[in-house]
């Protein structure tokens, strides 16, 4: 079965740059999404379709795909983005695979 | 604005069925735009994919659970549901209903608890 691998924690002081890594075989062939978590709330989606934002998501969230990682970058990282993020992995051969987290932290 | 409810027992014995359903408001389960999801996430773990319904009733299952899963639609009351047979303790986790729009899953509701216990 198709395996994602994440760092399982990051810290970024406010106002930097965080950079979460997702790692899969051969991923950039696959779509890459990510979700935000927050402890007790259901997932938000914030990239799609490797580098593409729902409406409503700040543009602070950019997403990238190539080679065997995708990664999601908070630019400008603020308190409120704390919270688990979860990459997933898309073809029409694995459906969804996720994950298994990261937690960012902003001190 | 889609939102999605899940309702169903919090409790299933082992061995047992567990049976969920997923009431869509502010969008309709019969859109061809749209699938219908169901998604798992055992306490501190990773989020887990079970399956989803397209609206002419045509389902994915995840190759791990696909002899125990069974998800429906019922168009009529703009709803779809989950059964999965035989659970254990394993299966405890909270279950979302979710909206999949091309490769994305754009709408979650709040998800519910299921605990597996005698």
């Known amino acids: 079965s198709y395996e994602l691998t994440q760092p399982p924690s990051v810290s970024v002081s406010p106002g930097q740059t965080a950079t979460i890594t997702c790692s899969g075989d051969k991923l950039g062939n696959k779509y890459a999404c990510w979700y935000q978590q927050k402890p007790g709330q259901s997932p938000v989606l914030v990239i799609y379709?490797?580098?593409k934002r729902p409406s409503g998501i700040p543009e602070r969230f950019s997403g990238s795909n190539s080679g065997n990682t995708a990664t999601l970058t908070i630019s400008g990282t603020q308190a409120m983005d704390e919270a688990d993020y979860y990459c997933q992995a898309w073809d029409s051969s694995t459906f969804y695979v996720f994950g298994p987290g990261t937690t960012v932290t902003v001190l | 604005q889609v939102q999605l409810q899940e309702s169903g027992p919090g409790l299933v014995k082992p061995s047992e069925t567990l049976s969920l359903t997923c009431s869509v408001s502010g969008g309709s389960v019969s859109s061809a735009s749209y699938y219908w999801s169901w998604i798992r996430q055992p306490p501190g773990k990773r989020l887990e994919w079970i399956g989803f319904i397209y609206y002419t009733g045509s389902t994915t299952y995840s190759p791990s659970l696909q002899s125990r899963v069974t998800i429906s639609l019922d168009t009529s009351k703009n709803q779809f549901s989950l059964k999965l047979s035989s659970v254990t303790a394993a299966d405890a986790a909270v279950y979302y209903c979710a909206r999949r729009e091309g490769v994305g899953i754009d709408y979650w509701g709040q998800g519910t608890l299921v605990t597996v216990s005698s």
């Open positions: 379709q490797d580098t």
